[in-house]
């Protein structure tokens, strides 16, 4: 693998994804969202009235996903998608479909197809376990559920959406729970990776942390 990657991943809501977009923006490299692909093809089993529970056909569907990245926005089957794919309803539905072994197995080469030249920055669970075990930097970020739940809020709160705290903080905590006890390429830190804790942290500070490291590699 001559391809530089810088892995990031952790818990939802840690922040890996502003970060890891903005550590690729900062080196000119390419950037692989992993989370989106396992949301895409969950939103698409539901669109397309696909069994959660048919392990075959899902790993059919994502064997077969076809997404177009536009900037920041996702299209897939010529509709917008980016905002769909993150509703609460899809996240809580995306960990019960990621733990299905075929369906990781379906997306492994579309994700790996991702390290281009110059270089990839890949947020995830797995990035630094299992789809990219010899990246240069791995980094795992983490933070305490609430403070993950309060950052969320703020989100949804700016987007002009309801949201109650306690209740995000409940939904982090089982998708955590579910994607860290699941079998397959479980949400842990690869042994050579940075851990940091975020939670006192503002997103200039982590940035900072990562190319640091990334220049003293
Ligand atoms: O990162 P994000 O919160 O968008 O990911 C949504 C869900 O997709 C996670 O809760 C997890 O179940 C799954 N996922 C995964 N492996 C990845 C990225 C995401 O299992 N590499």
New binding site residues.
Partial sequence: QDIPVITI?GP??SG??TIAARVARSLGFHYL????L??LATFAALKHGISLDDAAALAAQAANLDPVFDGEKILFEGEDVSTAIRSEAV?SA??QV??IPEV?EALFNLQRRFARAPGLVA?????GTV?FPKAELKVFLTATARVRAERRYKQLVERGEAADLDALTRDLEA?DK??RERET?P?RAAIDAYILDTSEMDIESVEKKVLEWWQSR
């Fill in positions: 991943d939802a809501a890996k994804g969202d992993s989370g989106a396992y949301r996240s995306t960990s990621a733990a990781r947020d995830g669970r797995d990035m789809i998708r579910r994607d390429a949400l």
